[in-house]
């Protein structure tokens, strides 16, 4: 097989070819875990360059009226994730939109402010790729 840095992965670790582009981009997962291909993107958590080839999460956010993607240092944005119990019968996993329940444990993706939260099994899906 070829070279795969860089390329962007789903959560169930498929590589997007032509055959499936369609379904992974349908999905509701917004986190994407690649090889900066560049050096031009900025770390939205501690504000340093991401280097070419350095390990970095994406987050897409809506801002503007239009999504963009948050990214991050890899080792960033696992510092950054917390775990909680549901409170409360509000919200859906950003995964499988599964609706949580009050004393459900769900973990939170945060980004420049920007919060995504997720079932557990679904958050070890993009976690176990870092």
């Not at 917004?30 to 050096?39: D, F, Y």
């Not at 510092?79 to 019968?89: C, G, I, L, Q």
């Not at 769900?106 to 790729?129: G, I, N, Q």
Request: hydrophobic share 35%; aromatic share 6%; glycine share 8%.
């Amino acid at each position: 097989g070829g070279d795969t840095r860089g390329t962007p992965t789903d959560a169930s670790g498929e590589k997007p070819t032509a055959d499936n582009q369609d379904e992974i981009e349908g999905r509701r997962h917004c986190v994407r875990v690649e090889r900066a291909k560049t050096a031009r993107s900025t770390c939205r958590i501690c504000d340093e360059q991401v280097l070419k080839d350095d390990l970095r999460v994406g987050m897409d956010a809506f801002s503007s009226g239009r999504t963009m993607t948050l990214w991050s240092h890899a080792s960033c944005f696992l510092k950054s994730v917390t775990v909680e119990y549901a409170s409360a019968r509000r919200g859906k996993c950003k995964g499988s939109g599964v609706a949580f329940v009050p004393g459900d444990i769900r973990v939170c993706f945060e980004v420049a402010a920007h919060k995504t939260w997720w079932l557990p099994r679904e958050a070890a899906r993009f976690t176990s790729l870092m």
